[in-house]
């Protein structure tokens, strides 16, 4: 959806899926639901096994999810210049269209209200002009 909102613009824009990520963090955070069952028999439980299964993993659960971590923060602040990004290309395309002649479709910042055509940028009021003058106004 970005890259059609961007349209042209989007191919100076390095796009990178995190639906892997985000499913590898949702498992690992599935986990967690899994400790806490763990942690309210182990005084319950003499299934030494599962208690020795979970320890064993722990490490790599904590490992894997402050990778997690700063791979989240990483993308914050890439939501952060995103986001910068689209407001500066919004007042552009804003300014753009200001000053895009209705008429001519020309881009100039001194646009001419013409009462015939709309907007129009002063080349083509000025060959306009010559035209007018020359074929109609002593019509």
């Not at 013409?114 to 907007?119: A, E, P």
Request: aromatic share 12%; with cysteine.
């Amino acid at each position: 959806m970005i890259k059609m909102k961007l349209g042209e613009y989007s191919s100076k824009v390095k796009f990178f899926d995190t639906s892997l990520q985000y499913q590898e963090l949702t498992d690992f955070l599935s986990f967690s639901k899994e400790r806490d069952s763990i942690e309210a028999g182990i005084f319950d439980s003499d299934d030494r096994d599962l208690i020795d299964e979970f320890l064993s993993g722990f490490d790599l659960y904590i490992e894997r999810l402050t990778q997690h971590k700063e791979f989240l923060l990483q993308l914050t602040a890439q939501v952060n210049t995103v986001e910068s990004e689209l407001t500066k290309l919004r007042e552009w395309q804003e300014e753009l269209k200001a000053h895009t002649a209705e008429y001519c479709g020309h881009y100039s910042k001194y646009l001419i209200n013409n009462k015939l055509f709309g907007t129009i940028c002063p080349d083509c009021n000025d060959s306009l002009k010559h035209v007018w003058d020359k074929q109609y106004k002593d019509a």
